[in-house]
């Protein structure tokens, strides 16, 4: 048996849309099992003395970051809709409560479908997956109960689970998103989705 | 006619390494021809506030980088050496002299050869390459003469050259190496070496 891949995700970063877009179909022919798992940039970006994404820090960095996304979302076929510049409000976005939200959902059949669909809301249409209504939206259209999943989100066992994937995150290096990690090794972006799948079969 | 792709190399840079043993071959099957630029992020970095590399400057992301340059190097049957961590010299080494060297050697058939070496000796090797001593052998070992390209390196016209080429990389946005540029695209690292030679395709 392959060992199973973990799939880090944050859900402001724009990589990791494209991640989370892809993993399942390169999984799949893989026969690979992928598990997800949630997580928040901010407290590791500010323990590297960052209180922004990188990407808004060094613009040169960040342009060619959009100009990269318009151009890989074209290639794999996915939708894209550039946040404003001048909005600060919308890149990066509060993923808090969309992580919290997921942490629930995956314990459902429908969670993924969820995580999918709070990245195609945010990079491809445009909206602010802060709002805990198009978070109750997407629920629903996902197949789960909003008010049960939202009601789960705030539980305190739930932050605590957020909490402790940061933590987690955190101890095993990780020091951006996507990443992933099987069998001791760490992978780091979009980029690298083939190698951690294909390092899993290499050590089955 | 396929337009050409700019190669903008660092050699101080782990992943410029992967690149210059790459471009070539990847270049010749899509029949790209493909201007090597050497340039350095000194200067580059300063304007961002680093005074050294980012992979020095955080730890998980070095770390990362280097176990990440273990699994590529074995994935493409490369040499590879990691730098001591204790020695600070290590890495990011002083490349200014093999940029200047390259300047001069770049006119020459022997030019990229000659790159290539100055890759091989510091990252599979573990050599210095600010030596002069070392320079000149590898120089010699291409194919050209020793003497007078480390001559011609420390003219003025070869410094304001590679000047120029720091100037220009960063009009063009570039932050770091590899970088490739073609027909107003922007392109950065070793991972996205095909899709820029790609993009000439498409805009032949």
Known sequence: MPKPVTFWFEFASTYSYLAAMRVDAEAKTRAVEVIWKPFLLGPIFAAQGWNTSPFAIYPAK?????????????????????????????????????????????????GQDFCRSVYVAQFAEGRDISDPVLLGDLIDAAGGASQTVLFGAHARHTKDQLRKHVEDAMALGIYGAPSFTVDGELFWGNDRLEDALDWALRRS
Chains 1, 2 share one sequence.
Request: aromatic content about 10%; overall charge neutral; proline content about 8%.
């Open 62 to 110: 960040g342009e060619n970051m959009w100009r990269d996304m318009q151009r890989l979302t074209d290639k794999y076929g996915l939708g894209f809709s550039r946040p404003a510049a001048d909005d600060p409000r919308a890149f990066p976005q509060h993923s808090v409560l969309a992580a919290r939200a997921a942490i629930v959902a995956l314990h459902e059949p429908w």
